[in-house]
Nanobody, 121 residues
């Protein structure tokens, strides 16, 4: 059974940092693109960042220079380092995996259950 499990969310003050992790199990994802999306109530899931198997990364303009995606293929894990958090970053963050994945949610076939990030002073 394939599973993606996120962790690392929580309550952080504006300007703070978080590191989200997503561990995949059930099969290896070393050849797949892995990505992070986020969603707030009433809005569509929004692309945040993706990392292809070879290490190529791509970010949404809104998070560029503050977010860093990385992956450890040996651990079947993808990370999202979030720095200088802003209130508008508050959302449920989801990791996703897909062989041809880029920036659209429809390109990913595997999803985690999400981890909540709250930004408040």
């Amino acid at each position: 059974q394939v599973q993606l499990v996120e962790s690392g969310g929580g309550l952080v003050q504006p300007g703070g940092s978080l590191r989200l992790s997503c561990v995949a199990s059930g099969r290896t994802f070393s050849g797949d693109a892995m990505a992070w999306f986020r969603q707030t109530p009433g809005k569509e899931r929004e692309f945040v960042a993706r990392a292809r198997s070879g290490g190529d990364t791509y970010y949404a303009d809104s998070v560029k220079d503050r977010f860093t995606i990385s992956r450890d293929n040996a651990k079947n894990t993808v990370y999202l380092q979030i720095d200088n958090l802003k209130p508008e970053d508050a959302a449920v963050y989801y990791c996703a995996a897909g062989y041809y994945g880029d920036s659209r949610a429809s390109e990913y076939g595997y999803w985690g259950q999400g981890t909540q990030v709250t930004v408040s002073s």
